[in-house]
């Protein structure tokens, strides 16, 4: 039985108090890895943003809003888990400063400076022992060279490669990677069916048989 993080949903970066910057994530993906997770035996963790969505009952949910936030969370559950599935779409760019009021119109050009959110793969990447690591990515060309290149960059062990038709939908289309390029596993369909066949080449490579560099 394996105890496992999941990131989910996009995250919220706000320019004022009732503006903010986001996507269109529904978090569908981490709640239909999450139920594969459960019903293979595991546990779920699920560090989510804000979503309509609701997770299935026996994972553990924490609601977090920001990218800054996601990480918070993170790094206080990862070292207490066995592997991340990061399936979250945490914004990428935050505001270099939060207005503490609704910022009027003024007519004249409104000019946005912003900066790199952390990546929260990337850091808990930095911070892992035993575990295993698998994250999204998204791309919409040079598809495998770019996801193979984030994965190499993330420190991961698989790489789910989507199209941005994923984002907000029911249906998804998928390949999984390792970080020799081969890939393991394509699927497509409701993300429900999608997310069972991923989880189970996650539970074939990564938890069931240990890593190439553990063997
Ligand atoms: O770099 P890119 O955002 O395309 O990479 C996607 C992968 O990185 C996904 O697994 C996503 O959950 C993760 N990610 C993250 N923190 C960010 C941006 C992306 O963990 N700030």
Redesign the pocket.
């Given at each position: 039985m394996a105890r496992i993080l999941i990131?989910s949903g996009p995250t919220r970066q706000y320019l004022d108090p009732v503006r903010f910057l986001s996507n269109a994530s529904s978090g569908r993906m981490g709640c239909a890895l999450a139920a594969a997770a459960l019903a293979a035996g595991h546990e779920a963790v699920v560090v989510t943003g804000p979503v309509e969505i609701a997770y299935p009952p026996g994972a553990e949910v924490i609601q977090v809003v920001s990218?800054e936030d996601m990480l918070e969370a993170c790094l206080r559950v990862f070292p207490g888990c066995d592997g991340l599935v990061?399936?979250?779409?945490?914004?990428?760019y935050r505001p270099i400063k939060t207005a503490a009021h609704k910022i009027s119109k003024t007519g004249a050009l409104l000019v946005l400076d912003l900066v790199e959110?952390?990546?929260?793969?990337?850091a808990l990447a930095a911070i892992k022992t035993s575990q295993w690591i698998v994250?999204?990515?998204?791309e919409t060309q040079d598809e495998r060279l770019r996801a193979m290149q984030?994965l190499e960059r993330?420190n991961g062990d698989l790489v789910v490669l989507n199209g941005p038709a994923a984002l907000c939908a029911a249906d998804t289309q998928v390949e999984v990677l390792d970080r020799a390029g081969s890939v393991l596993a394509a699927s497509s369909g409701r993300k429900e069916d999608v997310a069972r066949e991923v989880f189970a080449v996650i539970e074939r490579r990564l938890i069931q048989s240990p890593r190439p560099e553990e063997r």
């Open positions: 990131t990218t990061a399936v979250a779409a945490p914004c990428d959110t952390p990546d929260v793969v990337a994250a999204f990515a998204l984030k993330k």
